[in-house]
């Protein structure tokens, strides 16, 4: 099974704050690479999928990229509303193996 | 607008039953595969099962092969997941979701369901 991991665990920032989250994946999946968005409460929200690409409606201060074996997603200047935990998950299998989640903080 | 609405959550004894459903609206339902996902409280994502489009083919995780079954009804535009031998270890929010392009294989979940909360306890 593909192993995915990403770091760092928690994120303290602050508004306005270029952000990166990192994905690790223990085998190549090419680009086949999600990011989801999750608040307390709530169900995912797919952000980027293929690795980099938006997904219809997600502001465009969000974005992706990596291939292969490691992957970021970059919010470009924080705001407000981004407070949330944030998940990659690879589909180049069925499985499709979630990480552990980053969970970015107001510092 | 695209719905997915579980129900059928609540609380069972170990080594109980339940079965949960997924009533889908707002878009051909037939034509997509569709997933079950859960989350532990306070832990992360987990991918329990797929069901492609016909219901012809089906994957399970490892950690609920032999136990969970899920299967779909396209006339009645649901979802279905048989839970049988429930531990403790299956209580989680369990999320129906939709592959993002029909008919594309592996693919990623772009809508979600609001969960249904499975909770094993004696």
């Known amino acids: 099974d593909i192993q995915m991991t990403q770091s760092p665990s928690t994120l303290s920032a602050s508004l306005g704050d270029r952000v990166t989250i990192t994905c690790r994946a223990s085998?190549?999946?090419?680009?086949?690479l999600a990011w989801y968005q999750q608040k307390p409460g709530k169900a995912p929200k797919l952000l980027i999928y293929k690795a980099s690409s938006l997904e219809s409606g997600v502001p465009s201060r969000f974005s992706g990229s990596g291939s292969g074996t490691e992957f970021t997603l970059t919010i470009s200047s924080l705001q407000p509303d981004d407070f949330a935990t944030y998940y990659c998950?690879?589909?180049?299998?069925?499985?499709?193996?979630f990480g552990q989640g980053t969970k970015v903080e107001i510092k | 607008e695209v719905q997915l609405v579980e129900s059928g959550g609540g609380l069972v004894q170990p080594g109980g039953s339940l079965r949960l459903s997924c009533a889908a609206s707002?878009?051909?339902?037939?034509?997509?595969?569709m997933n079950w996902v859960r989350q532990a409280p306070g832990k992360g994502l987990e991918w329990v099962s797929f069901i492609s489009s016909s219901g012809s083919t089906i994957y399970n995780a490892d950690s609920v092969k032999g136990r969970f079954t899920i299967s779909r009804d396209n006339a009645k535009n649901s979802l279905y997941l048989q839970m049988n031998s429930l531990r403790a270890e299956d209580t989680a929010v369990y999320y129906c979701?939709?592959?993002?392009?029909?008919?594309?294989?592996?693919?990623?979940?772009?809508?979600w369901g609001q969960g249904t909360l499975v909770t094993v306890s004696s």
């Open positions: 085998q190549s999946i090419s680009s086949w």
């Open positions: 979701a939709r592959d993002m392009a029909p008919g594309s294989g592996s693919d990623c979940f772009d809508q």
């Open positions: 707002g878009f051909t339902f037939s034509s997509y595969e």
């Open positions: 998950q690879q589909y180049n299998s069925y499985s499709g193996t």
